[in-house]
Nanobody, 115 residues
Framework: QVQLVESGGGLVQPGGSLRLSCQFLGNTFSGYIMGWYRQVPGKEREMVARIAPSRATVYAKSVEGRFRISRDSAANTVDLQMERLTTEDTAMYYC?????????WGQGTQVTVSS
Protein backbone atom coordinates (compact mmCIF):
# COMPACT_ATOMS: atom_id res chain seq x y z
CA GLN A 1 0.00 0.00 0.00
CA VAL A 2 1.17 3.51 -0.84
CA GLN A 3 0.38 6.72 0.97
CA LEU A 4 1.18 10.18 -0.38
CA VAL A 5 1.44 13.23 1.83
CA GLU A 6 1.60 16.67 0.22
CA SER A 7 2.89 19.85 1.82
CA GLY A 8 3.96 23.35 0.89
CA GLY A 9 0.76 24.95 -0.31
CA GLY A 10 -0.40 28.35 0.82
CA LEU A 11 -1.18 31.91 -0.16
CA VAL A 12 1.22 33.75 -2.45
CA GLN A 13 1.07 36.98 -4.38
CA PRO A 14 1.09 37.02 -8.19
CA GLY A 15 4.64 36.71 -9.45
CA GLY A 16 5.70 34.80 -6.36
CA SER A 17 7.03 31.28 -5.88
CA LEU A 18 6.06 28.18 -3.96
CA ARG A 19 7.54 24.73 -3.59
CA LEU A 20 5.26 21.74 -3.11
CA SER A 21 6.55 18.47 -1.74
CA CYS A 22 5.04 14.98 -1.80
CA GLN A 23 6.29 12.31 0.58
CA PHE A 24 5.88 8.75 -0.77
CA LEU A 25 5.25 6.22 2.01
CA GLY A 26 5.52 2.65 0.84
CA ASN A 27 7.70 0.40 -1.25
CA THR A 28 9.35 0.70 -4.65
CA PHE A 29 9.14 4.45 -5.10
CA SER A 30 11.66 4.09 -7.91
CA GLY A 31 9.19 2.15 -10.04
CA TYR A 32 6.43 4.75 -10.04
CA ILE A 33 5.74 7.57 -12.42
CA MET A 34 5.09 10.51 -10.10
CA GLY A 35 2.97 13.50 -10.96
CA TRP A 36 1.34 16.68 -9.80
CA TYR A 37 -2.20 17.48 -10.82
CA ARG A 38 -4.51 20.33 -9.93
CA GLN A 39 -8.21 20.96 -9.75
CA VAL A 40 -10.46 23.96 -9.28
CA PRO A 41 -14.12 23.65 -8.27
CA GLY A 42 -16.34 22.81 -11.22
CA LYS A 43 -13.49 21.72 -13.46
CA GLU A 44 -11.78 18.43 -14.17
CA ARG A 45 -8.50 17.57 -12.57
CA GLU A 46 -5.64 18.40 -14.94
CA MET A 47 -2.07 17.23 -15.23
CA VAL A 48 0.52 19.80 -14.25
CA ALA A 49 3.73 17.78 -14.46
CA ARG A 50 4.88 14.17 -14.44
CA ILE A 51 8.27 12.58 -13.93
CA ALA A 52 9.21 9.04 -14.83
CA PRO A 53 11.63 6.78 -12.97
CA SER A 54 14.15 7.75 -15.67
CA ARG A 55 13.54 11.41 -14.65
CA ALA A 56 12.01 12.19 -18.04
CA THR A 57 9.46 14.96 -17.50
CA VAL A 58 6.24 16.18 -19.08
CA TYR A 59 4.62 19.53 -18.35
CA ALA A 60 1.32 21.13 -19.15
CA LYS A 61 1.81 23.94 -21.65
CA SER A 62 0.41 26.43 -19.19
CA VAL A 63 3.27 25.83 -16.74
CA GLU A 64 6.21 25.09 -19.05
CA GLY A 65 9.14 27.29 -18.21
CA ARG A 66 7.67 28.28 -14.83
CA PHE A 67 7.32 24.98 -12.96
CA ARG A 68 9.89 22.30 -12.38
CA ILE A 69 9.24 18.77 -11.11
CA SER A 70 11.96 16.73 -9.47
CA ARG A 71 12.25 13.48 -7.55
CA ASP A 72 14.60 12.34 -4.82
CA SER A 73 15.00 8.57 -4.66
CA ALA A 74 16.86 8.70 -1.37
CA ALA A 75 14.11 10.64 0.40
CA ASN A 76 11.19 9.19 -1.60
CA THR A 77 9.89 12.63 -2.41
CA VAL A 78 8.71 14.46 -5.49
CA ASP A 79 8.75 18.23 -5.51
CA LEU A 80 7.16 20.88 -7.67
CA GLN A 81 8.94 24.21 -7.79
CA MET A 82 6.54 26.88 -9.02
CA GLU A 83 7.75 30.27 -10.21
CA ARG A 84 6.03 33.40 -11.57
CA LEU A 85 2.70 32.26 -10.23
CA THR A 86 -0.50 33.79 -11.57
CA THR A 87 -4.07 33.76 -10.34
CA GLU A 88 -4.73 31.05 -12.93
CA ASP A 89 -2.51 28.71 -10.89
CA THR A 90 -4.91 28.84 -7.94
CA ALA A 91 -6.12 25.29 -7.32
CA MET A 92 -5.93 22.27 -5.10
CA TYR A 93 -2.75 20.42 -6.03
CA TYR A 94 -2.60 16.64 -5.81
CA CYS A 95 0.30 14.22 -5.91
CA UNK A 96 -0.06 11.03 -7.95
CA UNK A 97 1.90 7.78 -7.91
CA UNK A 98 1.23 5.78 -11.06
CA UNK A 99 2.41 2.28 -11.90
CA UNK A 100 0.27 0.45 -14.39
CA UNK A 101 -2.96 -0.54 -12.71
CA UNK A 102 -1.89 0.97 -9.43
CA UNK A 103 -2.64 4.64 -8.92
CA UNK A 104 -2.51 6.47 -5.63
CA TRP A 105 -3.50 10.04 -4.86
CA GLY A 106 -2.61 12.31 -1.99
CA GLN A 107 -5.14 14.41 -0.07
CA GLY A 108 -4.14 17.60 -1.81
CA THR A 109 -2.65 20.93 -0.81
CA GLN A 110 -4.26 24.26 -1.61
CA VAL A 111 -2.38 26.90 -3.58
CA THR A 112 -3.94 30.34 -3.71
CA VAL A 113 -2.41 33.12 -5.78
CA SER A 114 -3.90 36.45 -4.84
CA SER A 115 -2.90 40.00 -4.08
Amino acid sequence: QVQLVESGGGLVQPGGSLRLSCQFLGNTFSGYIMGWYRQVPGKEREMVARIAPSRATVYAKSVEGRFRISRDSAANTVDLQMERLTTEDTAMYYCLADWGRNQYWGQGTQVTVSS
